[in-house]
Structure formats: structure tokens, C-alpha cells
């Protein structure tokens, strides 16, 4: 039997705000000592009351927004109860039946690969709730040790509708997910500083099938990979499970990743009763219409509608069109330098080329943070166009302009990379290598075309690759043909 | 009727270890509290608005300014159990299930 | 057997231990007194006394407070406060062994209001643990003893504070009341208190039983002194989401200008004066009624239908939220934690059955099954819809009328012990009390008289916001008469 696989994926995401959801200590306590941005309110003194950072509410819109979703009229924090040492309230506020956004969705597979149709993946609901804490687990196995500075950092909790189908979608569904993110800046979204985390909940049934299978949830996984390669793993399982004849168990499993494989968690005995509750320390918020379209007009322009820009309005492959649109800082940066510069093939080239080798080469993943700002390419673009540099000397500054972060013109006055156009000095050169090159000649001669791209190339050495190709080349025909018809 | 059995239910939710005698003590007491309180559930309560809020303003927000934590030494001090940094508690067994 | 009390014939009279804090205050400012004297004399009569009455359930040392604050009205005048307000440094208990051993990092905004107006803190005040109860009882640090009769309580949860008060131990006392716990143990010590609108005064530092109950109160001698101690504590702080952003006038001012009572409509809730009432209870809150009628007051019927309703509301509202609050008591970040468990539940579990009375399990057991899924609906939600309807019924009468007057308990302070072996007669005390919060009114209890040899006492209800003409009403009425001369002989 074949069988379909029904995907749901529950992302958390951490809000870059300056402060926590509910007090003001500040969120960027990375590296520091454990408990140190803290404060009475977000280590659960008695007596403490929240307050909300209004950003927070600004950025759940926003992300709302941005993800094509309605936005509440009116929104209110619930209370979810439970006991474990991270949590330092005994509960969590977080919402329960009236979430800042829902009904919104996500396009997938838009021209990634040809042939693949768009496909749109839904989005259930999107909440704000406070992060908890940190359990570290102890050498001696007897005791954990709970920090509290990730306790009260703002959360978005980001529910899809169980519309995927196989680990790749699940995996573009995330990737579109931070992409459209990052373009907002709401979110580092960073897996593996925990900055976005994804539980996957995964059923089988038997293809054909509408009514769903029982679901298993699925934790502790710690990359875009870690999250393909679990749900793999699981779908495997479950239709082993069904091809025995055995029925799939409710549960949550843990991802191992070492071993690349799901595992049961010890289950408790009751079953958790989280007593949802309306926060009565918070009053409700109701959000503005005005509000909403201050928000959505100052919006960026998203992902789907650069790609879509890039092909229609700039002619660019859907290929360079999607890896552009894809990496929010690159597309900037194209953008900035396509509004100076026309030639847009050549800017992707350059970008989607040298520039992103580079930056591999560098371990630099958005190139703001690199030493290349878009007035360094459009200065080197026009150096090609007017034959200053060639192409290929143009690559010798790009590793220039990285390693320094000077202007183009400066970096090749300084190493002499202006190229030689001049026809007296070539013909010079040219005159040189022939006499050096008998053989060559000869066998030019005698008809091995091939010949013209070794002398080429001993006068590029010659010249330390400053001459002209294209001058060097015409010229080095014109006298050759000289030599054979004398 | 509260069983003691639905009592040792919601003690489990509560983190309350009761004794026996606590739990028949507090299995009869609250039915016949619930019994009285089972009084509202005459009212007609159609299209009422439940309460959810006492007397407040919407919309109460915070600036997102940072201000100085209070520190390590500060909130770990009172702790019944730490190692100067962060508060110690019985071993956190990963994979059991985790709320 | 001599009186257990000495009505005095006016202020004056008042060894300064008793006089409200207004006549205090003149005397510091003309020299007859020091700020010294007054702590040292405060701290000194609540060590002697707290063998007796145990209302203090620590005593500050005796030499701080003195601020050097000046044109504030409480400079160097001596309160207390009631132990689940927390104060930096200072041990805050909640009356619980949980928080036996729990020093508080910061200050409760009240405690910050009361050190910048530099009044001088005399020490913290015994209650029911975490505010839960009508006794002081349930406190895990000795019951606290009525000054009219050591062998009654002396209501509760403020019991300590209204003692403090009653006793001449401080001038001004900081309760708080989730369901009547400043204004019946005002009542049962012959002491004012109030419970203001919900959200005039920041709950920032109260340690919560029933955050959308709880509101912080003072208990005074008079209704100006009351006037000026809301005046220090109110208004509103960007530290709690709930506090009210709606101006604070001067409510000294206000009561010092005086009120004309003429035509000023008193509702009466039919439903408040039925069976159930001692006699002599009944007796006194007529003769205050026809006391306000003799200023020229117009006594209107007004009604209450769903008051039956309001104790199930309240209980399951108070607790449920109360489940929650008291969640982090856990024994991780401060407090006590079991000395013996096998393992992190283990922990949890024993710490807090080791670490709470029996009243607070009962409660949290009560909350937590009021929210537990399948019963949500029928019990949490349910009383929530019937909350409103309760809102609605003072909204119509404060329709009728400008305020509502009524007894606050329905007899004088009982026997210690008499009410402890069933909860329910213990939560039948707080009929009269207990709508005042699930509405958010302002509701205060002035002494209307004595019923045995005991204090009873009348309460004003005014609508949102109304504390203004509620005190203003309530010093007219005491300009006139002399109850709340009358003082324990302590
Ligand atoms: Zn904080």
C-alpha cells in the first residue's frame, strides 16, 4: 500500500526586542553568567506583575501581517499551568482562545526548482507568550541548575495548518518561514542558538485517505536538517508500524540526533491539564485598524514579490531570481546596486559568482557584514564596462575589496591592475613571444588553431594579465596572419 | 461527590503530596462546598459576558528600553539551593516527558 | 470585671498612642512631639503587647524611618503593614511557612510611597496565610488576639493590621481585601478601613492571592485619616498592567471641606438585612441609618438580586486564581524548601505539603479543580458570567443612589476556634463584603457602636471611583457622633 504522510509544524521563534516580554532586562545577555539579566519580575518574586513591551505586540502583528494573516481586533494573554524549574511562575503567560493573528499561510516551492508548482502551506494561528528558562543538567547526574535569563524573552509561537506533506516541504516551509522573517526583522532565527525551534507533529495514512492518522509529536531537533531527517525517519516508522498491522501510539518522541532516530519519552502518569485561565494581571489589548496599516505600509517589500519583481520587471533567471529573493541582505544589497546600474545580469552574476564564493570562502552569511558595500561593485562594474580592468583582474579586486573594504579605483592604483590598452606596448609584447615561440608559430602555421590560446596566455603572463584580452587577442590575429601569408 | 481518587488527581496538579487523612478530610469538604456552589448554575446566564478582567484600561504597554538587571547575587541569594549561580534542584530527567 | 473598652469624649482626651494621626501630625509640627518619641513609644508598645495580641509578626529595631521628609503629611508618623506586602530587606512571610525565611529584593510601590512620604515602618502585621481567611487563624505564626476580648479573633485576613491599629501600636496600617479582608476585621476591631476602587492602588509588592480581588487598604482611627493615607498610597504605576490611570484628587482635602449630606441618596440593599443578623449588629447599622437621615440624608431601597450568588462566585473565582498565584511557591527560587525527597516531583510535592496550611490546600485543591478540564465551563467560567451579573446589580443601584450602606458582618467577632471545623459557616462571614470586590467598588467599614460589649460596624459602598464622597460622608457622620472614640483598653 502507499501510503501519505500529514504534517503540522509548531515553530517558536525569539522577537529581537531590546527587553523581555514582561520587564525590562534586557534580551541580549548571550555569553554572560547565568541569572544575570534578571530581575524581580522575571524570576517570579512574589508580589511581581507583568507589564507588556509594546514592541512585542507590534512585532506578532507585523509577522501576522507579513505571513497573511487576519489580526485580532482584540487579544488577551491566558495563563498555562505547570510546574518545572524553568518556569519560574508555575505558569506561562501565553495565549490561549484569542491569539494575536490566524488564517495566514506560507507559499512554498515558488520556482526554487523548475516544473514545481507553488503550494501554499497554512497558517493555523500565531501567538505571543514569554520564553522560560534554562535547565543545565549537573556532572554528578543528581541535580540540573536553572538559569533564568531566557526567562520572559517575547516568543511568537507559530502554528501551521497540517498541509505538508514530506520532509522537503517541511524543510522549504522553514526556510521560508525565516526568509520572510529576516526580511522583517523581527527575528534572528537562528536553530542553533535557539532562537527558532520547531516541534514537528507527524501522521501516515494510507494514500487516498482524508481522514487523519494518529499523530505523534515530534521534539528536540536542532537544525533545518535535524528537522528533514526526524520526520523521515518518522514517516518510516509509522508506516512500518501500520504494515505489521500494529496501531501508531499518541506520543511525543524525542529526536536523536546522533543516532538519527525518534524515541519515546518516558511518559508521565496523568496527563498534563494546563488549566488555561485569563490572565487577570494583563488587561486585553485591542488593536487598532489605523495601527495595522501604519504597520503593513511601512512592511519590505517580501520574498514572493521580489521574486517575482526580479523575473518580470529585471529579466533575471528564476534560478538567480529565487536565490536573490531567498537571502534578504543579498537581495538588499542587489537592490541598492541595481537602482545604479542597469545591467542587472552582471550584478547577479558578480553577486551570486565571486562574491558569494567569497563569502563561503570567509564563513560571512550576510554580506552587510562583510567589508563590500554595493558603491565598491558599481565602481568595479564601470571599470569593467569602460575597460579599465578586465574581468578577470575584477576578481583580484573583489578579494581586495573584502580583505581591505577600499574603493575599487583605489585598489587598483594601488596594486597597478589598470589594464594596458595601449596598441604600441602590446604589439611590443606580441613581437616578443612570437620570437620566443617559434613552435607555436609554426604549428599556427600549419593549421593548429589552438596555438593563438597559448601565445595569448604567455602574453597575459607577460603582462601580469594587465593587457587587454580583447585587444591582445585581435591584434596577436592580425599579426599572425601577417607571419602566414608572408 | 469528589472521589479521593479525583482528589489525588487534582493534588497531583497542584504538587500537593496530601496524606490519607488530608484527602478524605478535603474530599468531603469540597462536595459539600461544590453542592452549595452548584447554586449558580441556575442562573441564566445567556449572552452574558463572563468577567474575565476586573475594572482595567486596555492597551497598558511598556517602552522597549532596557534597564539594569538586579544581577546573580541578588536574585540567587534567597535560593534554598545553588552553587552561587544559578538555583539547584533535583536532576532533570531530559527524556521524560517535559510539559 | 471592668470595661474591656474606654470611650473617650473627644481627641484630646486620647493618650497619643490612640489619636488619629491629623491631631499627631499638629503636634509634631508644633514641637509637643518628636518623630523620635513616636517610633521609639510605637515600637515599644508592640513588643510589650505582642506576647499578648500577637499582631506584629516582626518589629522593626526601632531606630529607622527617620527621613527627614518634610511637608509630607505621614513624616516620622508610625504605620504598619500587613506581611504580604513586601519589603526590601525587610522578612515578608504571608503569614506562611513557605515564605518562613524569604527577605524580599525589592520594595511593593506602597512601601516605596510610604518611605518617600517618611513614615516610618513599625513592623509587619500577622494574617491568614496568603490572605485566606476571616480570622488571622490560619496564619502559620499564631492565631492574633481581638484587643476588646483576647479569647475572640480578630477578623481577618488583616487581623494583625486592624489590632495595630485598634491598639494604638500605629497610626495608620496597610491591609489588603480580596473579599473583606480590611473592612471585617476593621469592623470586629472598632477600627476604619478601606478597601478602595480596584486598580487606585498598585497591587505591585502584594503578594497575590486573587489578582483580580485584591486591592490594598489602610486601616486608620477616623475617615480624614483614611483620607489622608489613601492620599500617599494611590494613583497610578506603570509597574501593574491593572492600576488605574484616573486622577487622584486630594481626598483630605476633599473630606476637610465637608459635605452637605442634604439630599445625598443612601440605597439600602433589602437583601443585605434578612435573617442571620445578630440583633445587636442589626440594631446599630439603624441607628447609623437613621443617623445619616437626621444630616439629611435620603434613605432609598435599592436592590441586589444576585447576592445569593456572590459567595460561590467569589470562592471559586478567589481560588482559582489563587491555584495559580501560588504555583510559584515551589521551593527553587526562595523559601522553604522539604528537607527529604526522592526526586524533582518529590520535591515540589513535599515542599508544599510541608509548606502550606491546611486552609491554603484546601483552596489551591478547590481553584485548581475549578479550572481542571471538564469543569471549566461549569464552575471558573460560569462564575465569571455570573460575576457580571453581579456588576450589574450595583451598577442599577448606584443608579438609585450615591451610596450604599450596610452592615459588614453579620455578628461581632466570634470565639477563636468556634468557626474553624467547617470552612463554609467561615465563608458565610464574608456575605456582606465579598460583592465589593467581584464588582471593584470602593467599600469602607467605619465603628457604628458596640453589640455585647463588641465593635460593629457600618459599611459605605460608593460606585467606581467614589472614594471621595464615601469619606466625606463617613467624617460627616463621625463629626456627629462618637463611636469611634470608643477604643479596646488595651
Ligand atoms: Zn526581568
Known amino acids: ?278 490572565e487577570p494581571d494583563l488587561p486585553p489589548y485591542d488593536i487598532a485598524p489605523k495601527d495595522i496599516d501604519a504597520i503593513n505600509s511601512a512592511l519590505p517589500e517580501l520574498p514572493d514579490a521580489k521574486f517575482a519583481r526580479y523575473i518580470n520587471e529585471m529579466q533575471l533567471s528564476v534560478y538567480d531570481a529565487s536565490l536573490l529573493s531567498n537571502n534578504p541582505s543579498l537581495a538588499a544589497f542587489f537592490d541598492e546596486c541595481a537602482a545604479g546600474y542597469k545591467n542587472y545580469k552582471a550584478i547577479t552574476n558578480w553577486l551570486l559568482g565571486d562574491i558569494s564564493k567569497k563569502m563561503n570562502e570567509l564563513g560571512i552569511e550576510d554580506i552587510f557584514s562583510s567589508r563590500i558595500r554595493p558603491e565598491n561593485l558599481l565602481e568595479m562594474l564601470v571599470l569593467i564596462d569602460n575597460g579599465t580592468i578586465s574581468g578577470k583582474i575584477a576578481k583580484t579586486v573583489v578579494d581586495e575589496i573584502f580583505a581591505s573594504g577600499e574603493k575599487s579605483s583605489k585598489i587598483i592604483e594601488k596594486l597597478g591592475l589598470v589594464q594596458i590598452s595601449d596598441d604600441g606596448f602590446i604589439l611590443k609584447i606580441i613581437n616578443e613571444v612570437v620570437a620566443e615561440n617559434p613552435k607555436s608559430i609554426s604549428d599556427y602555421i600549419s593549421g593548429k588553431e589552438a596555438a593563438v590560446g597559448f601565445l595569448v596566455g604567455q602574453i597575459m603572463k607577460k603582462t601580469r594579465g594587465k593587457a587587454n584580452p580583447k585587444l591582445v587577442n585581435e591584434m596577436l590575429i592580425t599579426e599572425l596572419a601577417k607571419l602566414k601569408n608572408a | 461527590m469528589i472521589s ?78 545553588t552553587d552561587g549561580k544559578s538555583y539547584r534542584v533535583p536532576a532533570i530527567i531530559e527524556t521524560e516527558e517535559q510539559p | 470585671m471592668s470595661e474591656n473598652y474606654i470611650k473617650y469624649a473627644n481627641y484630646k482626651e486620647m493618650p497619643a498612642h490612640f489619636k488619629p494621626a491629623h491631631e499627631i501630625r499638629k503636634m509634631i509640627d508644633a514641637k509637643e512631639i518628636s518623630e523620635a518619641e513616636l517610633m521609639e513609644s510605637a515600637v515599644r508598645r508592640s513588643k510589650e503587647t505582642n506576647g499578648l ?50 527577605t524580599p529584593i525589592y520594595d511593593a510601590t506602597v512601601v516605596q510611597k510610604l518611605k518617600n512620604a517618611g513614615a516610618p515602618i513599625v513592623g509587619k502585621t500577622n494574617m491568614d496565610e496568603f490572605a485566606m481567611g476571616s480570622s488571622t487563624e490560619n496564619s502559620a505564626f499564631g492565631v492574633t488576639k481581638n484587643p476588646w476580648d483576647i479569647t475572640r479573633v480578630p477578623g481577618g485576613s488583616s487581623g494583625g493590621s486592624a489590632v495595630a491599629v485598634a491598639s494604638g501600636l500605629a497610626y495608620m496600617a496597610l491591609g489588603s481585601d480580596t473579599g473583606g479582608s480590611i473592612r471585617q476585621p476593621a469592623a470586629l476591631c472598632g477600627v476604619c478601613g478601606m478597601k478602595p476602587t480596584y486598580g487606585r492602588v498598585s497591587r505591585y509588592g502584594l503578594i497575590a492571592f486573587a489578582s483580580s480581588l485584591d486591592q490594598i487598604g489602610p486601616f486608620t482611627r477616623d475617615a480624614l485619616d483614611m483620607a489622608y493615607a489613601l492620599d500617599v498610597i494611590c494613583g497610578h504605576d506603570p509597574k501593574d498592567s491593572t492600576s488605574s490611570a484616573a486622577p487622584a484628587e486630594s481626598f483630605s482635602d476633599f473630606v476637610k471641606k465637608g459635605m452637605d449630606m442634604n439630599g445625598v441618596k443612601i440605597g439600602i440593599p433589602d437583601e443585605y438585612f434578612g435573617d442571620g443578623i445578630e440583633q445587636g449588629v442589626a440594631e446599630r447599622v439603624k441607628e447609623a441609618i437613621n443617623q445619616f437621615e437626621k444630616m439629611g440624608a435620603k434613605i432609598v431601597s435599592v436592590k441586589l438580586p444576585h447576592t445569593k450568588y456572590a459567595i460561590p462566585v467569589y470562592y471559586l473565582i478567589a481560588t482559582a486564581e489563587a491555584s495559580s498565584n501560588l504555583s510559584r511557591f515551589d521551593g527553587v527560587k526562595y523559601g522553604f524548601r522539604a528537607a527529604e525527597f526522592k526526586n524533582l516531583k518529590d520535591m515540589y510535592m513535599k515542599t508544599r505539603d510541608e509548606g502550606f496550611g491546611a486552609e491554603v490546600k484546601r483552596r489551591i485543591i478547590l481553584g485548581t479543580y475549578a479550572l481542571s478540564s471538564g469543569y471549566y465551563d461549569a464552575y471558573y467560567k460560569t462564575a465569571q458570567k455570573a460575576r457580571t451579573k453581579i456588576k450589574e446589580d450595583f451598577q442599577a443601584a448606584f443608579s438609585r443612589a450615591d451610596l450604599i450602606l450596610s452592615p459588614v458582618t453579620p455578628a461581632t467577632a466570634f470565639k477563636i476556634g468556634e468557626k474553624t471545623a467547617d470552612p463554609l459557616t467561615m465563608y458565610m462571614s464574608d456575605i456582606f463584603t465579598i460583592s465589593a470586590n467581584l464588582a471593584s467598588i470602593p467599600a469602607l467599614s467605619i465603628p457604628c457602636g458596640l453589640s455585647g460589649g463588641m465593635p460593629v460596624g457600618l459599611q459605605l459602598s460608593g460606585n467606581y471611583f467614589q472614594e471621595g464622597k464615601m469619606l466625606a460622608a463617613a467624617y460627616e457622620f463621625q463629626k456627629r457622633t462618637d463611636h469611634h472614640l470608643c477604643v479596646a483598653a488595651v
Open chain 1, 1 to 278: 500500500m502507499k501510503y501519505e504522510a500529514v504534517i503540522g509544524l509548531e515553530v517558536h521563534v525569539q522577537l529581537s526586542t531590546n527587553t523581555k516580554i514582561f520587564c525590562s532586562c534586557s534580551t541580549r545577555y548571550s555569553g554572560n553568567e547565568p541569572n544575570t539579566s534578571v530581575c524581580e519580575v522575571c524570576s517570579g518574586q512574589p508580589g511581581v506583575l507583568p507589564v507588556l513591551n509594546a514592541e512585542v505586540l507590534k512585532r506578532a502583528v507585523k509577522t501576522g501581517l507579513a505571513l497573511n494573516c487576519s489580526i485580532a481586533k482584540r487579544t488577551k494573554f491566558d495563563r498555562k499551568n505547570y510546574f518545572y524549574p524553568d518556569l519560574p511562575k508555575g505558569y506561562q503567560v501565553s495565549q490561549f482562545d484569542m491569539p494575536i493573528c490566524a488564517n495566514g499561510y506560507i507559499i512554498v516551492n515558488d520556482g526554487l526548482a523548475e516544473g514545481k508548482k507553488d503550494k501554499k502551506i497554512g497558517i493555523t494561528r500565531i501567538h505571543m507568550e514569554e520564553d522560560a528558562g534554562k535547565n543545565v543538567h549537573g556532572s554528578d547526574g543528581k541535580s540540573s541548575f536553572v538559569d533564568y535569563n531566557r526567562a520572559g524573552v517575547p516568543l511568537l509561537e507559530i502554528v501551521s495548518e497540517p498541509d505538508i506533506r514530506t520532509s522537503s516541504e517541511a524543510k522549504e516551509y522553514l526556510e521560508k518561514l525565516k526568509t520572510i522573517l529576516k526580511y522583517i526583522d523581527v527575528s534572528d532565527c537562528n536553530m542553533e542558538d535557539g532562537s527558532l525551534r520547531c516541534d514537528a507533529n507527524v501522521s501516515v495514512r494510507p494514500a487516498g485517505e482524508t481522514k487523519l492518522g494518529t499523530k505523534v509529536e515530534i521534539k528536540n531537533m536542532n537544525s533545518f536538517r535535524g528537522v528533514q531527517k526526524a520526520i523521515d525517519y518518522e514517516i518510516e516508522r509509522q508506516i512500518k508500524v501500520c504494515e505489521s498491522g500494529s496501531k501508531i501510539t499518541q506520543e511525543t518522541r524525542l529526536y536523536d540526533e546522533a543516532k538519527a532516530v525518534t524515541l519515546t519519552m518516558r511518559k508521565k502518569e496523568e496527563a498534563f491539564d494546563y488549566r488555561y485561565f485569563p
Open chain 2, 4 to 81: 479521593k481518587e479525583e482528589i489525588t488527581k487534582i493534588a497531583g496538579l497542584a504538587m500537593l503530596e496530601l496524606s490519607e487523612n488530608e484527602k478524605a478530610e478535603y474530599s468531603s469538604q469540597l462536595s459539600s462546598l461544590l453542592g452549595y456552589f452548584n447554586e449558580i448554575q441556575d442562573l441564566d446566564l445567556a449572552g452574558v459576558e463572563p468577567t474575565n478582567h476586573a475594572l482595567v484600561a486596555d492597551n497598558v504597554l511598556r517602552e522597549d528600553t532596557a534597564v539594569p538587571s538586579l544581577g546573580q547575587n541578588v536574585v540567587v541569594a534567597g535560593a534554598p539551593a
Open chain 3, 53 to 102: 495580641l500577637n499582631a506584629f509578626l516582626s518589629i522593626n529595631g526601632g531606630a529607622e524611618g527617620f527621613s527627614g521628609v518634610k511637608n509630607s503629611f505621614w513624616a516620622g508618623i508610625p504605620v504598619a503593614l500587613k506581611d504580604n506586602i513586601v519589603t526590601k530587606g525587610i522578612k515578608t512571610t504571608a503569614g506562611s511557612k513557605i515564605l518562613e525565611n524569604y
